[in-house]
């Protein structure tokens, strides 16, 4: 299994909703992360998670809360959002950060739009 | 701060030729870098990937050529298929960032047939 699945596919949420993005990956990888990525340009990085510790929190707002329950699965946690934060919210996975190089596998994305 | 430059948004080819997509960075530290390919509504799909001891590296029809003193990198697809028609981000980090891949924007490309 080469995947990372995401879900849902898309979502619609009001300003006072609260929300949950899961991502899942079954390659043994122990980093994982989070990307938000606004039309026509590149993914920018939210959070990394390795071996289950955050690790990096590139200084998201707190209506944004991460959470890695095990090796596989990685949640993302909505409260309060604002309709700027109406995006694609990619999950990425790789092996390992021991220093060597990794690349990056990510999900297919979900297309959140807050109204 | 743009650290990976892709200045050329879109490139329109013909089947059967070469694509040439092209990548500048301004970061001396970096020692690793990538090429996703991603389609509409979907998450970037991993290509090819070269690290700064080499200045060459093939995979299929994809080719990435790394000219360190330039800081230039481009990936090379030959023979071009309409299939191929996506965006293509090109990515870099080093050690010392830890996880952090820097994307550059992203060049549109499409294969005519």
């Known amino acids: 299994d080469t995947e990372v699945t995401q879900t849902p596919k898309h979502l619609v949420m009001g300003m006072t909703n609260k929300k949950s993005l899961k991502c899942e990956q079954h390659?043994?990888?122990?980093?994982m992360y989070w990307y938000k990525q606004k039309a026509k340009k590149p993914p920018e990085l939210m959070f990394v998670?390795?071996?289950?510790?955050?690790?990096i929190n590139e200084s998201v707002p707190s209506r944004f809360s991460p959470e890695c329950p095990n090796s596989s699965l990685l949640n993302l946690h909505l409260h309060a959002l604002q309709p700027e934060d109406s995006a694609l919210y990619l999950c990425?996975?790789?092996?390992?950060?021991?220093?060597?190089?990794?690349?990056?596998?990510f999900g297919p994305g979900t297309r959140l739009t807050v109204l | 701060d743009q650290q990976v430059k892709q200045n050329s948004p879109s490139l329109s080819v013909q089947e059967g030729r070469i694509s040439i997509l092209n990548c500048d960075y301004t970061?001396?530290?970096?020692?690793?870098f990538l090429w996703y390919k991603k389609y509409p509504a979907e998450g970037p799909t991993f290509l090819i990937s070269?690290?700064?001891?080499?200045d060459k590296n093939e995979d299929g029809r994809f080719t990435v050529f790394l000219n360190k003193s330039a800081k230039h990198l481009s990936l090379h697809i030959v023979p071009s298929q309409p299939g191929d028609s996506a965006v293509y981000f090109c990515?870099?980090?080093?050690?010392?960032?830890?996880?952090?891949?820097?994307f550059g924007k992203g060049t549109s490309l499409l294969v005519t047939p």
């Open positions: 990425a996975s790789s092996p390992d950060y021991t220093g060597s190089y990794n690349e990056q596998f």
């Open positions: 390659m043994g990888h122990r980093a």
């Open positions: 998670y390795s071996y289950e510790k955050l690790s």
């Open positions: 970061n001396s530290m970096f020692d690793y």
């Open positions: 070269i690290s700064s001891i080499k």
């Open positions: 990515a870099a980090y080093w050690r010392g960032s830890g996880y952090a891949l820097n």
